[in-house]
């Protein structure tokens, strides 16, 4: 494991905690269930961050394989968030203790900070 977290990486997951922060104070207001909706939020958000370190773990391995063996991997590992995904989500269905439409939207964070990534790179340069 590296010493130093990638910049990318750390401005990715801020994104994403951001799209937490942002819907939990949006979405308390508008929704009946607001613990039900806050833990599936967080637990979308905590899912999103997990699935973009694995993501940065991954490709950073696959740059040292072969292009044809990287791109199974990338492609098993890919499937193996998707599978994380699923798997909290049916949880969250099954033992109905949060919303799993607000996990999704926290999972969503991760698509958000994406795209928001350049513009928090801007504002992080600019604050050092």
């Not at 063996?69 to 269905?93: E, P, T, W």
């Not at 919303?99 to 604050?127: D, E, I, S």
Request: contains cysteine; positive net charge.
């Amino acid at each position: 494991m590296k010493d130093k977290i990638n910049e990318t990486l750390l401005e990715l997951l801020i994104g994403i905690l951001l799209w937490g922060v942002i819907w939990q104070a949006a979405g308390v207001w508008f929704v009946a269930d607001e613990a039900g909706c806050s833990l599936g939020l967080w637990l979308g958000v905590v899912t999103a961050g997990l699935c973009a370190v694995h993501m940065y773990r991954a490709l950073d391995l696959a740059l040292d394989l072969p292009e044809k063996d990287a791109q199974k991997y990338v492609m098993s590992r890919n499937m193996m968030r998707y599978g994380l995904i699923l798997l909290v989500l049916l949880v969250l269905m099954i033992t109905e203790a949060g919303n799993p439409l607000c996990c999704f939207l926290g999972v969503m964070g991760l698509k958000a900070a994406a795209y928001l990534q350049p513009v928090l790179h801007k504002v992080m340069k600019r604050r050092r």
